[in-house]
């Protein structure tokens, strides 16, 4: 596709449920970031891919939280057992490479809400 | 202290007016710097790019950059309604966005 392409766009999930949430980055996009963001709060850092290798997940809150990319392309963020305080939006980004300078292309973001 | 700083606003801006958009940052191996505009319910879009010392125009918005007083800002030009958004600063340290909270401004018609 042309752009960052992240599904579902809207989750409502009941507190103790799994979710999974999908990120299609750009073709040929090297980096892929996730990112969550909380109302009223810039994007908090959560993970970095380059290609399938997962080189930083420093920024995942706990261990509920997994990312996994592994052929390169497609990438799903999972939530096991969520909590109210997950509720956010989480963001999916592509680069071509990693050096600073880059352009970062952001999907539309998944919004969960746990009730 | 945070590593991105905004203030969070609302910033009030008359129409036709200039916004005046000021972010701090605390590592000084900052290299690349980014302004981004999020509307409510969308996801943030890039504006501006700036790496170098000195003043990026585009348009009506130029960014402004001094990396000795690790001091980026944005200055949008004949303000109009629809630049009321959320203005997001990030900076890039390795090679990851840092992203400050995001001042909200609106632009009084």
């Known amino acids: 596709g042309a752009g960052v392409s992240q599904s579902p766009r809207y989750k409502v999930a009941k507190r103790g449920q799994d979710v999974a949430l999908r990120c299609d980055p750009i073709?040929?996009?090297?980096?892929l970031f996730w990112y969550q963001q909380a109302l009223g709060q810039g994007p908090e850092f959560l993970t970095y891919?380059?290609?399938?290798?997962?080189?930083?997940k420093s920024g995942l809150p706990s261990d509920r939280f997994f990312a996994e990319r592994p052929e390169g392309s497609v990438s799903t963020l999972k939530i096991q057992r969520t909590q109210q305080e997950d509720s956010a939006v989480y963001l999916c980004?592509?680069?071509?490479?990693?050096?600073?300078?880059?352009?970062?292309?952001f999907g539309e973001g998944s919004w969960l809400t746990v009730v | 202290q945070k590593e991105v700083e905004q203030n969070s606003g609302p910033l009030s801006v008359p129409e036709g007016a200039i916004a005046s958009l000021n972010c701090t940052y605390s590592?000084?191996?900052?290299?690349?710097f980014f302004w981004y505009r999020q509307y409510s319910g969308k996801s943030p879009e890039l504006i501006m790019f700036?790496?170098s010392n000195g003043d990026k125009e585009d348009g009506r918005f130029t960014a402004q950059l001094n990396k000795a007083s690790q001091y980026v800002s944005l200055l949008i030009r004949d303000s109009q309604p629809s630049d009321s958004a959320t203005y997001l600063c990030?900076?890039?340290?390795?090679?990851?966005?840092?992203w400050g909270a995001g001042t909200k401004l609106i632009i009084k018609p």
């Open positions: 980004a592509s680069s071509t490479r990693t050096a600073s300078g880059n352009t970062i292309y």
């Open positions: 073709s040929g996009h090297v980096s």
């Open positions: 891919f380059q290609n399938e290798a997962q080189l930083d």
């Open positions: 590592d000084r191996g900052s290299q690349s």
């Open positions: 700036i790496y």
């Open positions: 990030a900076v890039i340290p390795g090679y990851q966005l840092i």
